[in-house]
């Protein structure tokens, strides 16, 4: 698990919505991310900075670009 800020997090978040490599992603309530992509590899990151309304904006950057998340 790879610990982040919330900024960090949505700059390594980027590259990836642009080539459509995340084939899902899980959250939870803490901030924790697990993103699951197309070639089977997966990545967690917990965010340690982030508020209820930056979680609620990541989910939905990830849900705009068409990568199906899930809640923990």
Request: glycine share 6%.
């Amino acid at each position: 698990m790879e610990k982040c800020t919330f900024i960090g997090f949505m700059q390594a978040l980027k590259p990836w919505l642009n080539d459509d490599y995340i084939q899902h992603a899980r959250f939870d309530e803490k901030g924790r991310f697990s993103l699951t992509f197309v070639d089977g590899g997966q990545k967690i990151y917990q965010v340690d900075d982030c508020s209820a309304a930056q979680l609620k904006d990541a989910v939905e950057m990830l849900k705009e670009n068409d990568v199906p998340v899930f809640n923990q």
